[in-house]
T-cell receptor, first 117, second 111 residues
């Protein structure tokens, strides 16, 4: 079990659908992250929120839209995705924004496995 | 891209120590080295991190060279459940805001 909960665990959607991925943590962490992971590849950073404000967008296409309603919740809204967007989407949190020079490990959820048909 | 390099794969016998190396030659003085592992179909799990001194916790030990250009993660008594991809994480290329995963080492613990 992890302290970062992601729902749903699996999601299949068509290219015209709109869906949302959800992430929740109750550790009092103030930074939250979305990563994308393709098969046999390392996770790739997509978005970072710090104190509920978007701090980093790694040039992600606009068909991915993040939202941080409060310090415990992080959503990723999906619209008009392509089959190549099929991947494992991972949420993480840390006490503070985990710049490399800070003593703030990331805590990951187990991800949502997304298939775009 | 991450400025860390790790061997693609390693094998270890069950019960023996597993020593996983990582090179991070571009790390600067105030940047930590983190280690995570990812067991199949799960999210990455934090293992340990360090700045300059060697570190130990209930999962592993981290040995950082004096020049901080490399480190070794040690699992003292590997079990079959330690089979996973191990990631050494350092500064991302060109930006202090990135915590970027390298390609990782697939550790296979054999009975």
């Amino acid at each position: 079990d992890t302290e970062v909960t992601q729902t749903p665990k699996h999601l299949v959607m068509g290219m015209t659908n709109k869906k949302s991925l959800k992430c929740e943590q109750h550790m009092g962490h103030r930074a939250m992250y979305w990563y994308k992971q393709k098969a046999k590849k390392p996770p790739e950073l997509m978005f970072v929120y710090s104190y509920e404000k978007l701090s980093i967008n790694e040039s992600v296409p606009s068909r991915f839209s993040p939202e941080c309603p409060n310090s415990s919740l992080l959503n990723l809204h999906l619209h008009a995705l392509q089959p190549e967007d099929s991947a494992l989407y991972l949420c993480a949190s840390s006490q503070f924004l985990a710049l490399s020079s800070y003593n703030s490990p990331l805590h990951f959820g187990n991800g949502t496995r997304l298939t775009v048909t | 891209d991450a400025k860390t390099t790790q061997p693609t794969s390693m094998d270890c016998a069950e019960g023996r120590a597993a020593n996983l190396p990582c090179n991070h030659s571009t790390i600067s003085g105030n940047e930590y080295v983190y280690w995570y592992r990812q067991i199949h179909s799960q999210g990455p799990q934090y293992i340990i991190h360090g700045l300059k001194n060697n570190e130990t916790n209930e999962m592993a030990s981290l040995i950082i060279t004096e020049d901080r250009k490399s480190s070794t993660l040690i699992l003292p008594h590997a079990t079959l459940r330690d089979t996973a991809v191990y990631y050494c994480m350092g500064r991302g290329g060109g930006s202090n805001y990135k915590l970027t995963f390298g390609k990782g080492t697939l550790l296979t613990v054999n009975p």
